[in-house]
């Protein structure tokens, strides 16, 4: 693109971009309101190639000028202002917008409010669905918290690409690498159900072998949300869903489970890198439980142990 080109009628044309027709209608909405607002900031005169790192941290200035204190939502829209500026010019400008130490504290007490605890993830495995769909809808959910898949993944497994012999589902549908994730015994006699339920033959028809065990996403979505809502463990747009069950798992497994870092990357299809910086959130009950062992408090009083560590 020609770096001469006014802001406006560049943001007109990223519009028309294939990028942007890819998107979904939720994501163009979120874009739209991020790069109008970047339109009434800059001058109408304004080339792409004049923006630089000061006339971003004036933008986002401006933000908090207009009344928007969440850091997060700043953020996101200059990522948004910063992806546009590489389609249009082919370069990064190097700036990015400083969370207060108040804004910090507040959201890292909102992300320990989101996770599940060991007591939470009790409740939810327990929970008894009502309706004509229970065994298919406690499958689903025993699936989240077994295997750490993706709500994409898990809405689209098809009934070919379960083996009950090895009590492995393979995840073919992924937005990282297609890959195998395991089941316990319990789910497997959900499996077993669930296809009595459907009167399915498996080992004869290629029909049902090609059927998806579950609805599409959104009413995966809807699913889990209303039991949380039930089980008093969801309170509005609080972030809790299916994704969450992804962050406990990864979570449990390396902090009770003892499992190496880079298999659970595998066994998630992530980087381990992103699971140590996003997924990893130990509750007190676990880290009480690690710090036990360590200490050794389950084999000495805690007073003794220490003096006879200070006489040696």
């Known amino acids: 693109m020609d770096k001469t080109t006014h802001v406006i009628e560049s943001i007109a044309l990223y519009f028309r971009s294939k990028r942007m027709l890819a998107l979904t209608d939720a994501t163009k909405d979120l874009y739209g309101y991020a790069l109008q607002s970047f339109e009434q ?52 400008i190097d700036y990015s917008y400083r969370e207060t130490s108040e804004e910090k504290k507040k959201k890292q007490q909102k992300y320990i409010d989101r996770w599940f605890d060991e007591a939470e993830v009790d409740m939810i495995l327990e929970y ?30 098809a009934w070919k690409s379960v083996d009950m012999t090895e009590r492995t589902v ?93 298999d659970i990357a595998t066994l998630l299809g992530d980087t381990w890198d992103t699971i140590k910086s996003i997924y990893l959130h130990p509750s007190p009950a676990i880290l009480r439980k690690r710090v036990d062992k360590a200490m050794e408090w389950g084999m000495h009083d805690p007073k003794n142990f220490m003096d006879d560590c200070l006489m040696k």
């Open 41 to 92: 900031f800059a001058d109408k005169q304004v080339m792409v190639e004049q923006i630089n790192h000061a006339m971003l941290e004036k933008y986002c200035d401006s933000l908090e000028e207009e009344g928007i204190k969440s850091a997060s939502t700043i953020k996101q829209y200059l990522a948004i202002i910063k992806s546009w500026l590489r389609w249009a010019t082919g370069y990064t």
């Open 128 to 157: 008894e669905f009502k309706n004509g769909t229970a065994i298919r809808n406690a499958l689903f959910v025993r699936l989240l918290f077994e295997t750490g898949a993706r709500v994409q993944e898990i809405a689209n497994i």
């Open 170 to 262: 393979f995840l073919r549908t992924s937005k990282t690498l297609p890959r195998p994730a395991f089941f316990s015994k319990g789910t497997s006699a959900l499996f077993n159900q669930y296809r009595s339920e459907l009167n399915l033959d498996l080992e004869n028809s290629i029909e049902d072998r090609d059927k998806n065990l579950f609805p599409e996403v959104a009413q995966c979505k809807k699913i889990f949300s209303k039991m949380l809502v039930d089980l008093g463990l969801k309170d509005g747009a609080d972030g809790r869903g299916p994704h969450t069950a992804r962050h406990y798992v990864a979570t449990y497994l390396y902090y009770v489970g003892g499992m190496k870092g880079d």
